[in-house]
C-alpha cells in the first residue's frame, strides 16, 4: 500500500485521536523543514473519509482551519526571529540581507498571492509564512490574507473530498489515482510560472 493509504488506515482506526492526527499535520506543514507532509491529499482525504461517516464535516473543517492559521501564525513569528540572526551575522552565512532585500521586493509585489494562492502549491505554503515573517510583512495584512487563504484551501479541497464521496459510489476505489491527480493538479502552477520565466529570460537574451 502507498504511505497515504497507510496513514488512512491508522486514522480511521484511532477514532476520535484522528482528529488531533489530522490537525498536528496541518499545522506542521506550515513550517518549511516539514514542507514534505501531505496537505492537499490529506485534506481530500479527510473529507472523504467525513462522507463516509468517520469525521463531522464542520468540525473538520473549523479544526483544519485552526490548525493552518496557528500554525502560519507562528511560522510567520519564527520567520522574524531568523531575519534577526541573519543582520545579527553581518552576511557571514548563506542567507544574506541581500536575500531578506530580494524577499521584500516580491512580497511587496506579489504577497496576496503567495499567501493565498500559494495555499495550492506544495512546498510555496510551507516557506510563505516564514518568508512573509523574514520581510516583516503588515502583520495586520499578512493575517487577512492568511484567513482568506487558509479557508478557501481547507474548506474547498476537504469540502471537494466530502462531495465526491458522496455521490461516486464506490470512489474510494479510485483513491489514489485521484490523489496523484491532485498532488499533479497542485504543482501545476508552479511549472506553469517557471515556464513562462524561462520564456521571458529568453525573449530577453
Known amino acids: 500500500m502507498l504511505p497515504m493509504e497507510h496513514l488512512i488506515e491508522f486514522i480511521t482506526s484511532i477514532g ?11 499545522f506542521l506543514e506550515s513550517f518549511p523543514l516539514t514542507f514534505f507532509l501531505p496537505g492537499d491529499s490529506l485534506l481530500f482525504t479527510a473529507g472523504f473519509l467525513a462522507s ?5 464535516l464542520s468540525l473538520l473543517i473549523i479544526l483544519l482551519f485552526s490548525a493552518s492559521t496557528i500554525g502560519y501564525i507562528l511560522s510567520y513569528a519564527s520567520g522574524k526571529k531568523i531575519r ?8 557571514r552565512y548563506w542567507f544574506k540581507k541581500k536575500h531578506i532585500d530580494y524577499t521584500e521586493n516580491f512580497y511587496n509585489k506579489y504577497g496576496s498571492k503567495t499567501l493565498i494562492i500559494g495555499r495550492f502549491i506544495p512546498v510555496v505554503r510551507s516557506f510563505a509564512p516564514t518568508l512573509a515573517g523574514a ?11 492568511v484567513l482568506i487563504g487558509g479557508f478557501v484551501w481547507i474548506a474547498g479541497v476537504i469540502s471537494m473530498g466530502y462531495y465526491l464521496g458522496k455521490v461516486i459510489p464506490g470512489v474510494d ?3 489514489t489515482p485521484i490523489i496523484l491527480g491532485i498532488i499533479f493538479v497542485s504543482f501545476l502552477p508552479a511549472g506553469i510560472e517557471f515556464v513562462r520565466n ?3 529570460e529568453n525573449k530577453v537574451a
Open 52 to 56: 463516509q461517516g468517520y469525521f463531522d
Open 135 to 145: 520581510v516583516q510583512m503588515r502583520y495586520k495584512l499578512f493575517l487577512k490574507y
Open 84 to 91: 534577526d540572526f541573519i543582520l545579527r551575522s553581518n552576511d
Open 198 to 200: 524561462k520564456i521571458k
Open 16 to 26: 476520535y485521536l484522528g482528529y488531533a492526527i489530522l490537525f498536528l499535520i496541518i
Open 173 to 175: 476505489k479510485y483513491l
